[in-house]
């Protein structure tokens, strides 16, 4: 009998062990795939703004954008550029071409706060 104990005992720190590493070689190709991406543009969208008034961005760049809602439900469009984010697409990798100055705002009915829900994205 405290042989089984034992032999579950053993199996449970092998387990556990094994659970562990696989979680920190998990991380480190995370990290990996942080460290090895371009330039990134976020969104932090709350109720009722964006986490800036305006985000900037070099032309000819691959940029991932990316949207994160901190309260509420957004979804946001940068005008003139067909890029669409939203719960479903939370990122995508975009390359602006054309330097201006392009609207950001929300397309999703979100609250009261929603028609005053804008940014500005400047593409130099
Ligand atoms: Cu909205």
Not at 1 to 19: D, N, Q, R, T, Y
């Amino acid at each position: 009998m405290k042989w089984i104990m034992f032999s579950l005992f053993i199996v449970a720190c092998l387990l556990g062990a094994g659970v562990l590493f696989q979680n920190i070689s998990e991380r480190q190709a995370e990290m990996a795939a942080e460290s090895k991406a371009g330039p990134t543009l976020k969104f932090v969208a709350s109720n009722f703004q964006f986490d800036k008034p305006e985000y900037t961005v070099k032309a000819g760049e691959k940029v991932t954008v990316s949207l994160q809602n901190k309260e509420g439900l957004h979804a946001l469009e940068i005008v003139g550029l067909n890029v669409k984010l939203d719960g479903n697409t939370k990122s995508a990798d975009v390359t602006f071409d054309k330097p201006g100055t392009y609207e950001v705002h929300c397309v999703l009915p979100c609250g009261p706060g929603h028609a005053e829900m804008k940014s500005k994205l400047i593409v130099q």
